[in-house]
């Protein structure tokens, strides 16, 4: 069962462009909601994280949208950059406090061209 | 700042091998993950640890075995080594005050 499912598995967008990943999850209990961001032969590191209380969080260019409702939350990269080319993971846990498992999305893998 | 450091960072094994990989983090963090990470799968967590001695299940155990004898090393042992264990595997720390996880760089491990 994938509690957090991941989309587009892959997107290309020019230089500028509006980058948008989407995540769908299922359990009500998830309440930490971070991305993580890849690039290759790395591993992942923190971009920018919401908690439900509040329906987005914006970050320089990065952005979460954050839709309880409908059990989604997106990651909106404005004016990207090459540099920005990487892949890119939803994910989430419940009780930061506690063990804080973290289920990831299957990744995104971003390529942005100049 | 070494932050998670993970050894070898690439291995052969043949079917049936054993081995361990290596995690060590520097920043006194009690949780601490190991993941493995398939070509469009995302990361699985395969076991994880709340504090020197205890350990738990993750998702994808089987197969793999852990210890934790100090807050600073979780070593992560493959008995028996199948092809379907061919991987990168990837040990993470937890700072529990943000909850931000810190990743180590990788071992790619190649089961034939």
């Known amino acids: 069962q994938q509690q957090v499912k991941q989309s587009p598995q892959s997107l290309i967008v020019q230089k500028g462009g509006i980058s948008i990943i989407n995540c769908a999850y299922e359990?009500?209990?998830?309440?930490?909601f971070p991305w993580y961001q890849q690039f290759p032969g790395k591993g992942p590191a923190l971009l920018i994280a919401i908690r439900p209380d509040v329906s987005e969080k914006k970050e320089g260019r990065f952005t979460i949208s954050f839709n309880k409702s409908a059990k989604q939350f997106s990651l909106h990269i404005m004016d990207s950059q090459p540099g920005d080319s990487a892949t890119y993971f939803c994910a989430a846990s419940e009780g930061e406090g506690n063990t804080g498992k973290l289920i990831f999305g299957q990744g995104t893998t971003l390529q942005v061209k100049p | 700042n070494a932050g998670v450091t993970q050894t070898p960072k690439f291995r052969i094994l043949k079917i049936g091998q054993s081995m361990t990989l290596q995690c060590a983090q520097d920043m006194n963090h009690n949780y601490m993950y190991w993941y493995r990470q398939d070509p469009g799968m995302g990361l699985k967590l395969i076991y994880y640890?709340?504090?020197?001695?205890?350990?738990d299940k993750g998702e994808v155990p089987n197969g793999y075995n852990v210890s934790r004898s100090t807050t600073e090393d979780f070593p992560l042992r493959l008995e028996l080594a199948a092809p379907s264990q061919t991987s990168v595997y990837f040990c993470a720390s937890k700072n529990s005050n943000t909850g931000e996880l810190f990743f180590g760089e990788g071992s790619r491990l190649t089961v034939l």
């Open positions: 640890s709340v504090g020197a001695g205890i350990t």
């Open positions: 359990n009500t209990a998830f309440d930490y």
